[in-house]
């Protein structure tokens, strides 16, 4: 009964992670804005550290089937 929410949350986590992920190195690349308004740098390391962190606490929801 509870791997139901289980497998929603981590698939949550996980497409939000890396949809992050794939946008931020997207306009990376283009030498785009991340965040405007903001360093660069700094917009772009805040945006892959919470892409990751979601994506860790995807993969981690997953496995607690």
Not at 16 to 28: E, I, K, S, Y
């Amino acid at each position: 009964m509870e791997s139901g929410p289980a497998i929603f949350a981590g698939l949550v986590f996980c497409l939000f992670g890396g949809g992050l992920l794939t946008w931020t190195v997207t306009r990376v690349r283009r030498r785009r804005p991340v965040a405007q308004g903001v360093s660069p740098v700094a917009s772009a390391s805040v945006a892959s550290l919470v892409s990751l962190v979601s994506l860790v606490l995807g993969a981690w929801c997953l496995t607690r089937l």
